[in-house]
Protein backbone atom coordinates (compact mmCIF):
# COMPACT_ATOMS: atom_id res chain seq x y z
CA UNK A 1 0.00 0.00 0.00
CA UNK A 2 2.51 2.77 0.80
CA UNK A 3 4.64 1.70 -2.52
CA UNK A 4 1.41 2.55 -4.57
CA UNK A 5 1.30 5.85 -2.69
CA UNK A 6 4.45 6.64 -3.42
CA UNK A 7 4.25 5.98 -7.11
CA UNK A 8 1.21 7.75 -7.66
CA UNK A 9 2.53 10.77 -5.85
CA UNK A 10 5.72 10.38 -8.21
CA UNK A 11 3.54 9.88 -11.21
CA UNK A 12 1.14 13.07 -10.42
CA UNK A 13 4.45 15.04 -9.66
CA UNK A 14 5.40 13.91 -13.30
CA UNK A 15 2.53 15.14 -15.00
CA UNK A 16 1.25 17.79 -13.45
CA UNK A 17 5.05 19.63 -12.42
CA UNK A 18 5.71 21.61 -15.55
CA UNK A 19 2.21 22.81 -15.10
CA UNK A 20 2.58 23.69 -10.86
CA UNK A 21 6.26 25.06 -11.59
CA UNK A 22 6.16 26.87 -15.00
CA UNK A 23 6.56 30.94 -14.36
CA UNK A 24 3.44 32.56 -15.28
CA UNK A 25 3.73 35.23 -17.89
CA UNK A 26 4.16 38.79 -16.45
CA UNK A 27 1.05 40.52 -16.52
CA UNK A 28 0.11 43.11 -19.14
CA UNK A 29 0.77 46.70 -18.28
CA UNK A 30 -2.01 48.63 -17.89
CA UNK A 31 -3.29 50.93 -19.44
CA UNK A 32 -3.30 53.42 -17.01
CA UNK A 33 0.21 52.35 -16.02
CA UNK A 34 1.30 53.22 -19.90
CA UNK A 35 -0.17 56.18 -19.96
CA UNK A 36 1.00 57.80 -16.61
CA UNK A 37 4.79 56.75 -18.15
CA UNK A 38 3.90 58.83 -21.63
CA UNK A 39 2.35 61.66 -19.10
CA UNK A 40 5.72 61.31 -17.21
CA UNK A 41 7.81 61.69 -19.99
CA UNK A 42 5.84 64.56 -22.00
CA UNK A 43 6.12 66.71 -18.74
CA UNK A 44 9.89 66.23 -18.52
CA UNK A 45 9.97 67.22 -22.32
CA UNK A 46 7.57 70.20 -22.00
CA UNK A 47 9.76 71.27 -18.94
CA UNK A 48 13.34 70.76 -20.50
CA UNK A 49 11.91 72.76 -23.91
CA UNK A 50 10.75 75.68 -21.67
CA UNK A 51 14.16 75.37 -20.01
CA UNK A 52 15.90 75.82 -23.35
CA UNK A 53 13.53 78.32 -24.72
CA UNK A 54 14.70 80.55 -21.65
CA UNK A 55 18.02 79.99 -21.84
CA UNK A 56 18.41 80.52 -25.53
CA UNK A 57 16.47 84.00 -24.83
CA UNK A 58 18.41 84.93 -21.82
CA UNK A 59 21.75 84.00 -24.61
CA UNK A 60 20.58 86.76 -26.41
CA UNK A 61 19.75 89.30 -23.95
CA UNK A 62 23.27 88.85 -23.02
CA UNK A 63 24.72 89.19 -26.02
CA UNK A 64 22.89 92.32 -26.35
CA UNK A 65 24.41 93.87 -23.52
CA UNK A 66 27.91 94.01 -25.49
CA UNK A 67 26.50 95.40 -28.73
CA UNK A 68 24.21 97.42 -28.69
CA UNK A 69 24.14 97.96 -24.92
CA UNK A 70 27.64 98.50 -24.01
CA UNK A 71 28.70 100.04 -27.23
CA UNK A 72 26.46 102.61 -27.18
CA UNK A 73 26.81 103.64 -23.44
CA UNK A 74 30.80 103.57 -23.37
CA UNK A 75 30.44 105.11 -26.97
CA UNK A 76 28.73 107.77 -25.97
CA UNK A 77 30.80 108.48 -22.59
CA UNK A 78 33.69 109.42 -25.43
CA UNK A 79 34.37 112.54 -27.30
CA UNK A 80 33.08 112.24 -30.75
CA UNK A 81 36.27 111.79 -32.67
CA UNK A 82 36.89 107.83 -30.85
CA UNK A 83 32.93 107.34 -30.91
CA UNK A 84 33.29 104.71 -33.33
CA UNK A 85 36.91 103.12 -32.06
CA UNK A 86 35.76 102.75 -28.54
CA UNK A 87 32.12 100.91 -30.44
CA UNK A 88 33.95 98.77 -32.36
CA UNK A 89 36.09 97.79 -29.17
CA UNK A 90 32.99 95.59 -27.88
CA UNK A 91 31.72 94.63 -31.40
CA UNK A 92 35.36 92.75 -31.92
CA UNK A 93 35.02 91.18 -28.47
CA UNK A 94 31.51 89.40 -30.09
CA UNK A 95 33.61 87.84 -32.87
CA UNK A 96 37.47 87.00 -30.97
CA UNK A 97 36.12 85.80 -27.98
CA UNK A 98 33.52 83.53 -29.89
CA UNK A 99 36.03 81.58 -31.86
CA UNK A 100 38.29 81.64 -29.17
CA UNK A 101 35.89 80.37 -26.63
CA UNK A 102 34.92 77.52 -29.01
CA UNK A 103 38.66 76.46 -29.39
CA UNK A 104 40.27 76.45 -26.35
CA UNK A 105 38.43 78.96 -23.72
CA UNK A 106 35.04 77.09 -22.92
CA UNK A 107 37.49 73.62 -22.32
CA UNK A 108 39.42 76.28 -19.67
CA UNK A 109 36.80 77.59 -18.23
CA UNK A 110 34.12 74.33 -17.68
CA UNK A 111 36.35 71.49 -18.85
CA UNK A 112 36.95 68.61 -16.03
CA UNK A 113 40.12 69.87 -14.49
CA UNK A 114 42.03 70.71 -11.13
CA UNK A 115 40.94 73.36 -8.85
CA UNK A 116 41.95 75.79 -10.63
CA UNK A 117 41.62 75.64 -14.32
CA UNK A 118 39.75 73.18 -16.54
CA UNK A 119 41.25 70.54 -18.65
CA UNK A 120 41.51 69.85 -22.28
CA UNK A 121 38.74 67.67 -22.97
CA UNK A 122 36.14 69.69 -25.35
CA UNK A 123 38.92 71.68 -27.17
CA UNK A 124 37.10 73.00 -31.04
CA UNK A 125 33.73 72.33 -28.72
CA UNK A 126 34.24 68.14 -28.85
CA UNK A 127 31.42 66.66 -26.53
CA UNK A 128 29.56 69.52 -26.67
CA UNK A 129 26.24 68.58 -28.16
CA UNK A 130 22.76 68.46 -27.51
CA UNK A 131 22.94 65.95 -23.96
CA UNK A 132 22.66 67.93 -21.10
CA UNK A 133 25.57 67.48 -18.36
CA UNK A 134 24.05 67.25 -14.63
CA UNK A 135 26.44 68.86 -13.22
CA UNK A 136 26.26 72.34 -14.60
CA UNK A 137 22.39 72.12 -15.89
CA UNK A 138 20.48 68.61 -16.18
CA UNK A 139 17.05 69.95 -18.29
CA UNK A 140 19.19 71.66 -21.37
CA UNK A 141 21.33 70.51 -23.69
CA UNK A 142 25.18 71.38 -23.03
CA UNK A 143 25.44 73.25 -26.12
CA UNK A 144 22.72 75.92 -24.83
CA UNK A 145 24.53 76.20 -21.27
CA UNK A 146 28.24 76.48 -23.75
CA UNK A 147 26.59 79.56 -25.52
CA UNK A 148 25.26 80.91 -22.38
CA UNK A 149 28.44 80.96 -20.65
CA UNK A 150 29.56 82.39 -24.15
CA UNK A 151 27.99 85.76 -23.55
CA UNK A 152 29.52 86.60 -20.11
CA UNK A 153 33.08 85.61 -21.45
CA UNK A 154 32.08 88.43 -24.23
CA UNK A 155 31.40 91.30 -22.79
CA UNK A 156 33.50 90.74 -19.65
CA UNK A 157 36.52 91.96 -21.31
CA UNK A 158 34.63 94.64 -23.42
CA UNK A 159 34.27 96.29 -19.63
CA UNK A 160 37.45 96.94 -19.39
CA UNK A 161 38.16 99.19 -22.49
CA UNK A 162 36.40 101.66 -20.78
CA UNK A 163 39.46 101.96 -18.86
CA UNK A 164 42.10 102.67 -21.53
CA UNK A 165 38.93 104.30 -24.16
CA UNK A 166 40.44 106.43 -26.20
CA UNK A 167 44.89 106.08 -26.40
CA UNK A 168 45.03 102.27 -27.06
CA UNK A 169 46.23 100.39 -30.46
CA UNK A 170 43.48 98.45 -31.97
CA UNK A 171 45.90 95.71 -32.54
CA UNK A 172 47.02 96.26 -28.79
CA UNK A 173 43.72 96.10 -27.51
CA UNK A 174 42.97 92.82 -29.39
CA UNK A 175 45.83 90.86 -28.53
CA UNK A 176 45.56 91.98 -25.25
CA UNK A 177 42.24 90.44 -25.00
CA UNK A 178 42.73 87.17 -26.38
CA UNK A 179 45.39 86.96 -23.87
CA UNK A 180 43.28 88.01 -20.83
CA UNK A 181 40.76 86.08 -21.86
CA UNK A 182 42.97 82.81 -21.45
CA UNK A 183 45.29 84.05 -18.46
CA UNK A 184 42.36 85.39 -16.08
CA UNK A 185 39.06 85.01 -17.17
CA UNK A 186 38.93 81.16 -17.95
CA UNK A 187 40.59 80.05 -15.01
CA UNK A 188 38.45 82.40 -12.95
CA UNK A 189 35.05 81.04 -14.07
CA UNK A 190 36.76 78.04 -13.71
CA UNK A 191 37.44 78.50 -9.96
CA UNK A 192 34.06 79.64 -9.26
CA UNK A 193 31.65 78.01 -12.15
CA UNK A 194 33.54 74.94 -13.34
CA UNK A 195 34.22 71.07 -12.09
CA UNK A 196 36.55 70.69 -8.93
CA UNK A 197 36.74 74.68 -9.36
CA UNK A 198 38.33 75.65 -6.11
CA UNK A 199 35.72 78.76 -5.22
CA UNK A 200 32.57 76.95 -6.39
CA UNK A 201 29.98 76.66 -4.13
CA UNK A 202 27.17 74.01 -5.62
CA UNK A 203 30.14 71.58 -6.28
CA UNK A 204 31.92 71.38 -3.30
CA UNK A 205 35.08 73.65 -3.84
CA UNK A 206 37.40 74.13 -0.84
CA UNK A 207 36.19 77.47 -0.51
CA UNK A 208 32.61 78.09 -1.74
CA UNK A 209 32.26 81.39 -2.67
CA UNK A 210 28.58 82.46 -3.44
CA UNK A 211 28.69 84.33 -6.91
CA UNK A 212 25.14 83.59 -9.05
CA UNK A 213 26.53 85.44 -12.11
CA UNK A 214 29.56 86.49 -12.01
CA UNK A 215 30.56 89.27 -9.10
CA UNK A 216 33.64 88.10 -8.90
CA UNK A 217 34.27 86.43 -12.28
CA UNK A 218 33.20 89.38 -14.38
CA UNK A 219 32.81 92.28 -12.60
CA UNK A 220 35.56 92.14 -9.99
CA UNK A 221 38.19 91.00 -12.66
CA UNK A 222 37.40 93.14 -15.32
CA UNK A 223 37.08 95.91 -13.28
CA UNK A 224 40.19 95.67 -11.36
CA UNK A 225 42.40 94.92 -14.46
CA UNK A 226 40.80 98.27 -15.88
CA UNK A 227 42.49 99.88 -13.13
CA UNK A 228 45.71 98.33 -13.62
CA UNK A 229 45.43 99.19 -17.36
CA UNK A 230 44.75 103.04 -16.53
CA UNK A 231 47.80 103.13 -14.17
CA UNK A 232 50.23 101.11 -16.77
CA UNK A 233 49.26 103.32 -19.60
CA UNK A 234 48.78 106.62 -17.97
CA UNK A 235 46.58 109.45 -18.80
CA UNK A 236 44.92 110.93 -21.49
CA UNK A 237 46.86 114.12 -23.43
CA UNK A 238 45.38 117.27 -21.63
CA UNK A 239 43.59 115.45 -18.30
CA UNK A 240 42.78 116.48 -16.24
CA UNK A 241 43.25 120.20 -17.55
CA UNK A 242 41.15 119.99 -20.78
CA UNK A 243 37.77 119.14 -21.31
CA UNK A 244 36.53 115.59 -22.02
CA UNK A 245 32.89 115.67 -21.35
CA UNK A 246 30.94 112.77 -23.09
CA UNK A 247 30.01 114.19 -26.54
CA UNK A 248 26.50 112.02 -26.42
CA UNK A 249 24.71 111.58 -23.05
CA UNK A 250 22.02 110.44 -25.17
CA UNK A 251 23.66 108.00 -26.56
CA UNK A 252 25.04 106.13 -23.42
CA UNK A 253 21.80 106.70 -22.08
CA UNK A 254 19.98 104.53 -24.59
CA UNK A 255 22.49 102.01 -23.85
CA UNK A 256 22.49 102.09 -20.20
CA UNK A 257 18.63 101.39 -20.50
CA UNK A 258 19.39 98.08 -22.47
CA UNK A 259 22.06 96.85 -20.57
CA UNK A 260 19.23 97.06 -17.67
CA UNK A 261 16.91 94.67 -19.76
CA UNK A 262 19.56 92.68 -21.03
CA UNK A 263 20.86 92.39 -17.44
CA UNK A 264 17.75 90.43 -16.45
CA UNK A 265 19.28 87.35 -18.69
CA UNK A 266 22.16 87.40 -17.14
CA UNK A 267 21.08 87.47 -13.17
CA UNK A 268 17.74 84.93 -14.06
CA UNK A 269 18.93 83.22 -16.92
CA UNK A 270 21.74 82.21 -14.28
CA UNK A 271 19.32 79.60 -12.74
CA UNK A 272 19.51 77.71 -16.01
CA UNK A 273 15.99 76.65 -15.49
CA UNK A 274 12.02 78.67 -16.42
CA UNK A 275 11.51 78.32 -12.60
CA UNK A 276 10.90 80.17 -9.50
CA UNK A 277 14.32 80.61 -8.71
CA UNK A 278 14.65 82.80 -12.25
CA UNK A 279 11.86 84.75 -10.83
CA UNK A 280 13.70 85.44 -7.42
CA UNK A 281 16.64 87.01 -9.33
CA UNK A 282 15.10 88.57 -12.44
CA UNK A 283 13.55 90.28 -8.94
CA UNK A 284 16.44 90.99 -7.00
CA UNK A 285 18.10 92.58 -9.86
CA UNK A 286 15.11 94.84 -11.03
CA UNK A 287 14.84 96.17 -7.16
CA UNK A 288 18.90 96.40 -7.02
CA UNK A 289 19.34 98.61 -9.90
CA UNK A 290 16.11 100.75 -9.24
CA UNK A 291 17.25 101.54 -5.48
CA UNK A 292 20.82 102.46 -7.20
CA UNK A 293 19.50 104.63 -9.27
CA UNK A 294 18.62 106.25 -6.00
CA UNK A 295 21.54 106.33 -4.11
CA UNK A 296 23.81 107.27 -6.78
CA UNK A 297 21.48 110.68 -7.71
CA UNK A 298 20.96 111.29 -3.81
CA UNK A 299 24.57 111.23 -2.92
CA UNK A 300 25.36 113.30 -6.32
CA UNK A 301 22.43 115.81 -5.39
CA UNK A 302 23.91 116.62 -1.78
CA UNK A 303 27.48 116.90 -3.08
CA UNK A 304 26.59 118.91 -6.67
CA UNK A 305 23.54 120.45 -5.39
CA UNK A 306 21.74 118.90 -8.53
CA UNK A 307 21.35 115.08 -10.10
CA UNK A 308 22.57 114.27 -12.99
CA UNK A 309 21.15 111.96 -16.07
CA UNK A 310 24.64 110.26 -16.59
CA UNK A 311 24.64 109.91 -12.71
CA UNK A 312 21.43 108.13 -12.70
CA UNK A 313 22.35 105.99 -15.80
CA UNK A 314 25.60 105.44 -14.06
CA UNK A 315 23.79 103.93 -10.94
CA UNK A 316 21.74 101.85 -12.53
CA UNK A 317 24.91 99.84 -13.61
CA UNK A 318 26.78 100.36 -10.11
CA UNK A 319 23.02 98.55 -8.93
CA UNK A 320 23.17 95.80 -11.68
CA UNK A 321 26.57 94.89 -10.64
CA UNK A 322 26.33 94.64 -7.26
CA UNK A 323 23.32 91.99 -7.08
CA UNK A 324 24.72 90.01 -9.80
CA UNK A 325 26.58 88.04 -7.34
CA UNK A 326 23.69 87.76 -4.81
CA UNK A 327 20.79 87.79 -7.11
CA UNK A 328 19.74 84.15 -6.88
CA UNK A 329 20.36 84.41 -3.31
CA UNK A 330 18.90 87.06 -1.47
CA UNK A 331 15.34 88.27 -1.24
CA UNK A 332 13.37 91.69 -3.26
CA UNK A 333 14.05 94.13 0.11
CA UNK A 334 17.61 93.01 0.61
CA UNK A 335 18.03 93.91 -2.90
CA UNK A 336 17.01 97.09 -2.32
CA UNK A 337 19.47 97.82 0.59
CA UNK A 338 21.99 96.21 -1.68
CA UNK A 339 21.28 98.49 -4.42
CA UNK A 340 21.09 101.67 -1.64
CA UNK A 341 24.76 101.11 -0.83
CA UNK A 342 26.11 100.53 -4.09
CA UNK A 343 24.95 103.33 -5.57
CA UNK A 344 26.23 105.92 -3.15
CA UNK A 345 29.43 103.68 -2.75
CA UNK A 346 30.24 104.03 -6.24
CA UNK A 347 29.43 107.24 -6.57
CA UNK A 348 31.86 108.01 -3.68
CA UNK A 349 34.57 106.18 -5.70
CA UNK A 350 34.14 107.73 -8.79
CA UNK A 351 33.50 111.21 -7.88
CA UNK A 352 35.55 111.32 -5.16
CA UNK A 353 38.74 108.45 -4.81
CA UNK A 354 39.62 109.11 -8.27
CA UNK A 355 39.96 112.33 -8.25
CA UNK A 356 41.74 112.08 -5.04
CA UNK A 357 44.27 109.66 -6.71
CA UNK A 358 44.27 110.81 -9.82
CA UNK A 359 44.05 108.12 -12.28
CA UNK A 360 42.22 108.55 -15.16
CA UNK A 361 40.10 105.28 -15.64
CA UNK A 362 38.40 106.91 -18.36
CA UNK A 363 34.78 105.59 -18.36
CA UNK A 364 35.21 104.27 -14.66
CA UNK A 365 34.89 100.71 -15.29
CA UNK A 366 36.91 100.34 -12.09
CA UNK A 367 35.02 102.72 -9.84
CA UNK A 368 31.87 101.00 -11.13
CA UNK A 369 32.31 97.28 -12.05
CA UNK A 370 35.38 96.51 -10.01
CA UNK A 371 34.10 98.65 -6.58
CA UNK A 372 30.88 97.33 -7.20
CA UNK A 373 31.27 94.24 -8.06
CA UNK A 374 33.57 93.66 -4.42
CA UNK A 375 30.67 95.17 -2.69
CA UNK A 376 28.46 93.30 -4.06
CA UNK A 377 30.47 89.79 -3.64
CA UNK A 378 31.13 90.60 -0.34
CA UNK A 379 26.98 91.72 0.77
CA UNK A 380 26.15 88.65 -0.91
CA UNK A 381 27.77 86.61 2.19
CA UNK A 382 25.68 88.58 4.49
CA UNK A 383 22.60 88.80 3.34
CA UNK A 384 22.05 85.48 1.67
CA UNK A 385 19.04 82.99 2.53
CA UNK A 386 18.33 79.21 2.08
CA UNK A 387 14.92 80.21 1.82
CA UNK A 388 15.95 81.60 -1.76
CA UNK A 389 18.10 79.35 -2.86
CA UNK A 390 19.17 75.97 -0.47
CA UNK A 391 22.32 75.78 -2.37
CA UNK A 392 24.20 74.35 1.04
CA UNK A 393 23.43 70.85 2.50
CA UNK A 394 24.41 68.36 4.93
CA UNK A 395 25.50 64.72 4.07
CA UNK A 396 21.78 63.66 4.62
CA UNK A 397 20.24 66.21 2.14
CA UNK A 398 19.32 68.66 5.09
CA UNK A 399 19.62 72.57 3.94
CA UNK A 400 22.07 74.21 5.88
CA UNK A 401 21.87 78.60 6.42
CA UNK A 402 23.58 80.32 3.14
CA UNK A 403 24.70 84.12 4.82
CA UNK A 404 25.69 85.74 7.50
CA UNK A 405 21.72 86.56 8.66
CA UNK A 406 20.99 82.89 8.08
CA UNK A 407 23.37 82.11 10.38
CA UNK A 408 26.04 80.97 8.50
CA UNK A 409 28.77 84.03 9.47
CA UNK A 410 31.82 82.08 7.81
CA UNK A 411 30.40 82.53 3.93
CA UNK A 412 31.31 86.11 4.72
CA UNK A 413 35.50 84.64 5.21
CA UNK A 414 34.80 82.21 1.54
CA UNK A 415 33.54 86.04 -0.03
CA UNK A 416 36.61 87.28 1.17
CA UNK A 417 38.61 84.63 0.03
CA UNK A 418 37.27 84.52 -3.63
CA UNK A 419 37.37 88.54 -3.73
CA UNK A 420 41.16 88.30 -3.01
CA UNK A 421 41.76 85.46 -5.50
CA UNK A 422 40.13 87.07 -8.19
CA UNK A 423 42.26 90.70 -7.36
CA UNK A 424 45.60 88.83 -7.12
CA UNK A 425 44.67 86.99 -10.35
CA UNK A 426 43.64 90.32 -12.06
CA UNK A 427 46.33 91.90 -11.36
CA UNK A 428 48.75 89.98 -11.39
CA UNK A 429 47.63 88.54 -15.21
CA UNK A 430 46.49 92.08 -16.03
CA UNK A 431 50.25 92.93 -15.77
CA UNK A 432 51.92 90.38 -16.99
CA UNK A 433 49.65 90.40 -20.14
CA UNK A 434 50.13 94.57 -19.98
CA UNK A 435 54.05 94.05 -20.17
CA UNK A 436 53.58 91.09 -23.18
CA UNK A 437 51.80 93.06 -25.53
CA UNK A 438 53.62 96.42 -24.76
CA UNK A 439 57.17 95.12 -25.93
CA UNK A 440 55.49 93.27 -29.13
CA UNK A 441 52.99 95.56 -30.89
CA UNK A 442 53.04 98.90 -28.46
CA UNK A 443 50.15 99.70 -26.20
CA UNK A 444 49.22 103.21 -26.97
CA UNK A 445 48.92 105.18 -30.07
CA UNK A 446 51.35 108.24 -30.88
CA UNK A 447 50.51 111.66 -29.03
CA UNK A 448 49.49 112.79 -32.60
CA UNK A 449 47.03 110.17 -32.90
CA UNK A 450 45.36 110.53 -29.44
CA UNK A 451 44.77 114.13 -30.40
CA UNK A 452 43.54 113.51 -34.09
CA UNK A 453 41.49 110.87 -33.05
CA UNK A 454 40.97 107.01 -32.89
CA UNK A 455 38.32 107.28 -35.37
CA UNK A 456 40.26 108.13 -38.16
CA UNK A 457 44.09 107.03 -36.77
CA UNK A 458 42.82 102.96 -36.17
CA UNK A 459 40.33 102.65 -38.47
CA UNK A 460 39.81 105.82 -41.06
CA UNK A 461 36.40 106.48 -41.04
CA UNK A 462 34.63 108.93 -38.48
CA UNK A 463 31.72 108.55 -36.45
CA UNK A 464 29.95 111.69 -37.55
CA UNK A 465 30.21 113.51 -41.40
CA UNK A 466 27.85 116.32 -41.34
CA UNK A 467 28.40 117.90 -45.23
CA UNK A 468 28.23 121.60 -45.52
CA UNK A 469 25.98 122.80 -48.72
CA UNK A 470 26.97 125.93 -50.37
Not at 15 to 26: E, H, I, K, R
Not at 191 to 215: E, Q
Request: aromatic share 10%; glycine share 12%.
Amino acid sequence: MPSRLVLGFILAFILLGPTLFAQSPPAAASPDSARLTKLEQATADAKSSADNAWMLTSSALVLMMTGPGLALFYGGLVRKKNVLATMVQSFAMMAVITMLWAMVSYSLAFGSGNSFIGGLHHLFLRGVGAQPDADYAATIPLQTFMVYQLMFAIITPALITGAFAERMKFSAMLLFMVLWSLIVYSPMAHMVWGKGGLLNASLGGKFPCLDFAGGTVVHVTSGVSALVCALYLGKRVGYPKESMTPHSVVLSFVGACLLWVGWFGFNAGSALAAGSLATSAFVATHFGAAAAVIGWSCAEWIRNGKPSALGAISGAVAGLVAITPAAGFVGPMPAVLIGLIAGAFCFFMVASVKARFGYDDSLDAFGVHGAGGTLGALLTGVFAVSAVNPIFKDAQGNVLPSGLIDGNAHQVLNQIVGIVIAWILAIVGTLIILKIVDLTVGLRVSEEEEVQGLDLTQHGEEGYSWEVTA
